[in-house]
C-alpha cells in the first residue's frame, strides 16, 4: 500500500533523501534510476493523485513493474526507494494565490494546469522537490532566465523576474540540460536503459493498453525522437487526427487549405 501523507521526519531526512515527484514518465524515472543506481542515494517519491485520470492504472502498474525490475537486478539497490508517498486534490490545503500565479502566467501562453497543486503539496510537505524539467519542456520557457545553479541541480533564483514564478520555488530542476534521447544515451552507459523501456507516458491508453498516439505526452515522445515505444497504427492514427484537426481549424486551417487549393473563395 502506498504511504500516506502525513507528520513524519522529512524535515530531518531532508539533506539525505532526494524528494523527487515520480509519475513513471521517462524523464522523472530516469531521474530516480540515475539517484539510486548512479549517485546511490535514498529517493522518496511521491505520486499526485490526478481525479478521473485515464492513465492513473498504467502509470501506477509500470512503476510497480520498475521497481520489480530493479529488485531482481539488485535488491541492496532497491531498498533505496523509499514507498511512495500519494497525494490527493483532497489532502491538499487551498491556497488561492497559487491558481492567481498560474492564471497570470498563462497570459504568456498555455501552462498546465497541474502545477498549482504540485506546489501547494511540496509547500504542505515543506520539502524542496525535484522535478523532472528536462531541455524542451514548456515551462523552462518561462523559468530559464530566472534559475541558478546549486549542488547539479537548477532552483528558482531569490528574486525572479516576475513574483508569479514562485509558483516554482519549491522546486529543484536536475534535468534542465538533457533531452529524452540524452538520457537513453545515459541508461545505455549505466546499464539500465532495460529498465527505461519500462516507463508510461500516455494520457490516454488505448483498450488494449497501448499508447494512444494521440495525446500530448504521445506526441512529443515521437517528436523527441522516441516514436518506437508507440505502436506503428497508433501513431498513424495520431498524425491522421492531428492532420484533420489542423486542416479543419478556423485559422491555421485556412492557409493549408487554401495552399493545397481546398479554400472556398469568398
Given at each position: 500500500?502506498?504511504?500516506?501523507?502525513?507528520?513524519?521526519?522529512?524535515?530531518?531526512?531532508?539533506?539525505?533523501?532526494?524528494h523527487l515527484l515520480w509519475?513513471?514518465?521517462?524523464?522523472?524515472?530516469?531521474r530516480l534510476l540515475d539517484?539510486?543506481?548512479?549517485?546511490?542515494?535514498?529517493?522518496?517519491?511521491?505520486?499526485?493523485?490526478?481525479?478521473?485520470?485515464?492513465?492513473?492504472?498504467?502509470?501506477?502498474?509500470?512503476?510497480?513493474?520498475?521497481?520489480?525490475?530493479?529488485?531482481?537486478?539488485?535488491?541492496?539497490?532497491?531498498?533505496?526507494?523509499?514507498?511512495?508517498?500519494?497525494?490527493?486534490?483532497?489532502?491538499?490545503?487551498?491556497?488561492?494565490?497559487?491558481?492567481?500565479?498560474?492564471?497570470?502566467?498563462?497570459?504568456?501562453?498555455?501552462?498546465?494546469?497541474?502545477?498549482?497543486?504540485?506546489?501547494?503539496?511540496?509547500?504542505?510537505?515543506?520539502?524542496?522537490?525535484?522535478?523532472?524539467?528536462?531541455?524542451?519542456?514548456?515551462?523552462?520557457?518561462?523559468?530559464?532566465?530566472?534559475?541558478?545553479k546549486d549542488g547539479g541541480?537548477?532552483?528558482?533564483?531569490?528574486?525572479?523576474?516576475?513574483?508569479?514564478?514562485?509558483?516554482?520555488?519549491?522546486?529543484?530542476?536536475?534535468?534542465?540540460?538533457?533531452?529524452?534521447?540524452?538520457?537513453?544515451?545515459?541508461?545505455?552507459?549505466?546499464?539500465?536503459?532495460?529498465?527505461?523501456?519500462?516507463?508510461?507516458?500516455?494520457?490516454?491508453?488505448?483498450?488494449?493498453?497501448?499508447?494512444?498516439?494521440?495525446?500530448?505526452?504521445?506526441?512529443?515522445?515521437?517528436?523527441?525522437?522516441?516514436?518506437?515505444?508507440?505502436?506503428?497504427?497508433?501513431?498513424?492514427?495520431?498524425?491522421?487526427?492531428?492532420?484533420?484537426?489542423?486542416?479543419?481549424?478556423?485559422?491555421?486551417?485556412?492557409?493549408?487549405?487554401?495552399?493545397?487549393?481546398?479554400?472556398?473563395?469568398?
Amino acid at each position: 500500500m502506498p504511504a500516506k501523507v502525513g507528520a513524519d521526519d522529512q524535515g530531518q531526512r531532508q539533506g539525505q533523501i532526494a524528494h523527487l515527484l515520480w509519475t513513471s514518465g521517462w524523464d522523472s524515472t530516469y531521474r530516480l534510476l540515475d539517484l539510486v543506481v548512479v549517485q546511490g542515494r535514498t529517493v522518496q517519491p511521491y505520486y499526485f493523485m490526478t481525479p478521473n485520470r485515464q492513465s492513473t492504472e498504467a502509470e501506477w502498474a509500470a512503476m510497480e513493474a520498475i521497481k520489480g525490475a530493479i529488485e531482481e537486478k539488485s535488491p541492496a539497490i532497491r531498498s533505496l526507494i523509499l514507498e511512495t508517498i500519494v497525494v490527493r486534490p483532497e489532502d491538499i490545503k487551498p491556497d488561492p494565490w497559487f491558481d492567481k500565479a498560474l492564471a497570470n502566467l498563462r497570459r504568456s501562453g498555455h501552462l498546465g494546469g497541474q502545477y498549482p497543486d504540485l506546489a501547494r503539496m511540496a509547500k504542505q510537505l515543506g520539502v524542496r522537490m525535484e522535478m523532472a524539467l528536462h531541455e524542451d519542456d514548456r515551462p523552462l520557457d518561462y523559468l530559464m532566465g530566472d534559475l541558478e545553479k546549486d549542488g547539479g541541480v537548477y532552483r528558482l533564483i531569490e528574486n525572479p523576474s516576475s513574483p508569479d514564478l514562485k509558483l516554482f520555488e519549491s522546486f529543484d530542476f536536475p534535468l534542465v540540460e538533457m533531452t529524452k534521447k540524452g538520457m537513453g544515451t545515459k541508461a545505455r552507459e549505466h546499464g539500465f536503459a532495460d529498465l527505461m523501456e519500462l516507463t508510461w507516458f500516455c494520457h490516454h491508453p488505448d483498450r488494449h493498453g497501448q499508447a494512444c498516439g494521440k495525446c500530448t505526452p504521445c506526441r512529443h515522445t515521437i517528436e523527441e525522437g522516441l516514436g518506437r515505444r508507440i505502436p506503428v497504427k497508433n501513431r498513424i492514427r495520431g498524425n491522421l487526427s492531428r492532420s484533420f484537426r489542423l486542416l479543419t481549424s478556423p485559422i491555421r486551417g485556412f492557409g493549408i487549405r487554401k495552399r493545397l487549393g481546398l479554400a472556398k473563395s469568398g
